[in-house]
């Protein structure tokens, strides 16, 4: 089977039930993180952005929880950039990478704009779509990461994700397809990852980049710009990349992350939360010092003392800092007056994070880390080598997937919160999926903040 002739014909019946599960979580969870990244700074920038440079034409979509139309272009930095404001969404090993943040809020844009030119797409239909997105994202990943030696932002193959979904909507042809994948592909975000790791900024993961290539491409293919070959897809050094399409899935292999911080802090808040969970006693008066081994690039993000959102979550002290006086990391601990606490500031300036040669050594294909306290009372506390909460082997439960989508979306109050919910749980059963999914488009009233305060 040809990657046209799967993104032409894919049912989304035809993927494994465990395969179909994990998609509409991953739904869930990118929207739970969108809904709790709604009011922070990167995502009003780039609404006010979006309102500035891109009013119109021929598509429009809204902004999500704004519900003003725009460009389709405009919402698509607008959503990516919102998406990846939050670093909570799905993740995937071999890719290195992130494919929601970029797939999610790109079909939620084209899909919108469809329906306000006259073409409903189905619940059904939007999910077989997501489903092609995540798995040809995942795999040009997993390709790119293979044929390069520099180790890229997402956007950089996940608008090949977005141009296999939204080519099945638009109906494309086989020569339009392979033209809108060129375009993709040579105008890719190809960004060095580790400057944003190393010195964090509202750019991060380059998602709002990945979801604008995207669209961008399908609509210049539609319009006859020519772009073919994407050498990431039809070369044939990299083509077991894209075997076995409809048979093996990366999809399965996607993790969540039970916190908004970078995946790399998050073995040593697993191994800190199993900690807890054998000594409750323990508080931040309680802790003298705090010492974390882990691998390079996680020892990379430091973070002990972060001027603003970005630096909070691409950080370890900070969150872990925050996770044991706060007893929670969700929205409000990585942002606003929470980075300038000094309850989480003190204990944050008492961990000292180390490379741990053992640990270096079993990266990427594991990201761990141990933790080693140090009491008041001279009582020494040592963890296991760790692996991250919500690795497939970790998995977190429905229940779990479900608390974090409540956490994240508070804000929205809890009826609007709820039908949020809902309206993804019923999506695979709906005529259309924007009129079904309208709670997610529509602007929180000041009454629904309310009802959170």
Not at 16 to 42: C, E, F, K, W, Y
Not at 63 to 92: I, P, T
Not at 170 to 186: C, S
Not at 388 to 394: E, F, I, L, M, R
Request: with cysteine; glycine share 8%.
């Amino acid at each position: 089977m040809s990657l046209f002739e799967f993104c032409r014909d894919f049912d989304l019946q035809q993927a494994p039930a465990h395969t179909q599960a994990i998609l509409r979580n991953s739904l869930l969870d990118i929207v739970g993180v969108m809904a709790g990244a709604a009011s922070n700074d990167t995502s009003e920038i780039m609404r006010s952005y979006a309102r500035l440079h891109y009013p119109g034409g021929v598509y429009t979509s809204r902004l999500m929880f704004d519900g003003q139309r725009v460009s389709m272009l405009g919402a698509a930095w607008a959503g990516g950039f919102s998406a990846d404001s939050l670093d909570a969404h799905e993740g995937h090993f071999k890719s290195k990478g992130h494919a929601g943040a970029t797939v999610v809020p790109a079909l939620l844009a084209l899909t919108d704009a469809l329906h306000h030119n006259g073409q409903d797409i189905s619940g059904h239909e939007f999910l077989s779509a997501l489903c092609i997105g995540y798995e040809t994202a995942l795999r040009a990943g997993t390709a790119l990461m293979a044929t390069s030696p520099t180790y890229h932002a997402s956007g950089g193959f996940t608008a090949m994700g977005v141009v296999c979904a939204g080519a099945r909507l638009l109906e494309f042809d086989e020569p339009t397809f392979r033209h809108a994948l060129g375009i993709a592909e040579y105008f890719s975000a190809r960004c060095p990852m580790m400057r944003v790791v190393l010195a964090p900024t509202m750019l991060r993961d380059a998602h709002g980049a990945g979801v604008y290539v995207g669209l961008n491409a399908l609509l210049m293919a539609q319009a006859g710009m020519t772009g073919a070959p994407a050498e990431t897809v039809e070369d044939p050094s990299v083509a077991a990349h894209w075997a076995a399409m409809g048979e093996h899935w990366e999809i399965d292999s996607q993790y969540f992350k039970p916190w908004p911080v970078c995946r790399w802090a998050q073995p040593a808040l697993t191994a800190m939360l199993e900690i807890q969970r054998q000594h409750p006693e323990l508080s931040a008066d309680t802790i003298e010092t705090i010492r974390v081994e882990t691998f390079f690039e996680s020892m990379c993000l430091q973070g002990h003392t972060p001027r603003n959102a970005d630096e909070a979550q691409y950080a370890l002290a900070f969150p872990l800092a925050a996770l044991i006086v706060r007893g929670k990391v969700g929205p409000d601990e990585v942002t606003g007056n929470s980075i300038t606490a000094p309850d989480i500031l003190s204990l944050s300036s008492r961990i000292e994070i180390v490379e741990a040669a053992d640990i270096s050594a079993r990266f990427p294909d594991e990201i761990l880390s141990r933790l080693t306290l140090t009491l008041q009372d001279g009582t020494i506390i040592v963890s296991p080598v760790t692996a991250a909460k919500g690795d497939p082997h970790t998995a977190m439960t429905a229940a779990e997937l479900d608390g974090k989508f409540d956490l994240f979306s508070s804000h929205l109050g809890v009826e609007r919160s709820l039908a949020v919910k809902h309206a993804i749980h019923s999506l695979s059963q709906a005529h259309s999926a924007i009129t079904t999914l309208e709670p997610i488009f529509s602007r929180v009233t000041h009454s629904e903040e309310g009802a959170h305060r």
